[in-house]
T-cell receptor
Framework: DGGITQSPKYLFRKEGQNVTLSCEQNLNHDAMYWYRQDPGQGLRLIYYSQIVNDFQKGDIAEGYSVSREKKESFPLTVTSAQKNPTAFYLC????????????FGPGTRLTVT | GQNIDQPTEMTATEGAIVQINCTYQTSGFNGLFWYQQHAGEAPTFLSYNVLDGLEEKGRFSSFLSRSKGYSYLLLKELQMKDSASYLCAVRGGYGGSQGNLIFGKGTKLSVKP
């Protein structure tokens, strides 16, 4: 079955620790995205990648980093510099950035205490 | 600036019809998307409009007026499982970050028996 997987579903970390969220897709999509969702807020774009070995900052990139070494994978690292890391993180992909729709993974809920 | 507005919450009765409105002001326009998101889950694609008019897909229809910066999602024959948040998202113009989606905050729909 084709799709996007994110792991883990729930993640708990202590303040000051970096944490990496996994995102894998087997849809053969070129573009991948990371969003953050907070209660009462729309999805906000953190980083996106249109092609392997290239990525761009979104609207709220500070305190986050990404890599795109393989077409299938786009991991997100939440660093200790991110002031409010507790959130629901969603990964998405699309065939092209100009494609009609983005497909979303199931999300990772990160709690930092 | 770029802005997408939709009502925060709506309530409707099972079997009824509900219309969820979305107004947008963006620097470019290359399509409007509606997504459904159940609590704690990934958004799933419902509809896409790029030209003015109505797109019908089963119980769901979506309308777009580009001149008015306005769209609505119409849900007919409401079912309890339609209780979810409905996200309106606009894609800006082609090229670079302009192809990315800008999301509204979502409308939480509660369907009552």
């Amino acid at each position: 079955d084709g799709g996007i997987t994110q792991s883990p579903k729930y993640l708990f970390r202590k303040e000051g620790q970096n944490v990496t969220l996994s995102c894998e897709q087997n849809l053969n999509h070129d573009a991948m995205y990371w969003y953050r969702q907070d209660p009462g807020q729309g999805l906000r774009l953190i980083y996106y990648s249109q092609i392997v070995n290239d990525f761009q900052k979104g609207d709220i990139a500070e305190g986050y980093s990404v890599s795109r070494e393989k077409k299938e994978s786009f991991p997100l690292t939440v660093t200790s510099a991110q002031k409010n890391p507790t959130a629901f993180y969603l990964c998405a992909s699309s065939f092209r950035t100009a494609a009609y729709e983005q497909y979303f993974g199931p999300g990772t809920r990160l709690t930092v205490t | 600036g770029q802005n997408i507005d939709q009502p925060t919450e709506m309530t409707a009765t099972e079997g009824a019809i509900v219309q969820i409105n979305c107004t947008y002001q963006t620097s470019g326009f290359n399509g409007l998307f509606w997504y459904q998101q159940h609590a704690g889950e990934a958004p799933t694609f419902l509809s896409y409009n790029v030209l003015d008019g109505l797109e019908e897909k089963g119980r769901f229809s979506s309308f777009l007026s580009r001149s008015k910066g306005y769209s609505y999602l119409l849900l007919k024959e409401l079912q309890m499982k339609d209780s979810a948040s409905y996200l309106c998202a606009v894609r800006g113009g082609y090229g670079g970050s302009q192809g990315n989606l800008i999301f509204g905050k979502g409308t939480k729909l509660s369907v009552k028996p």
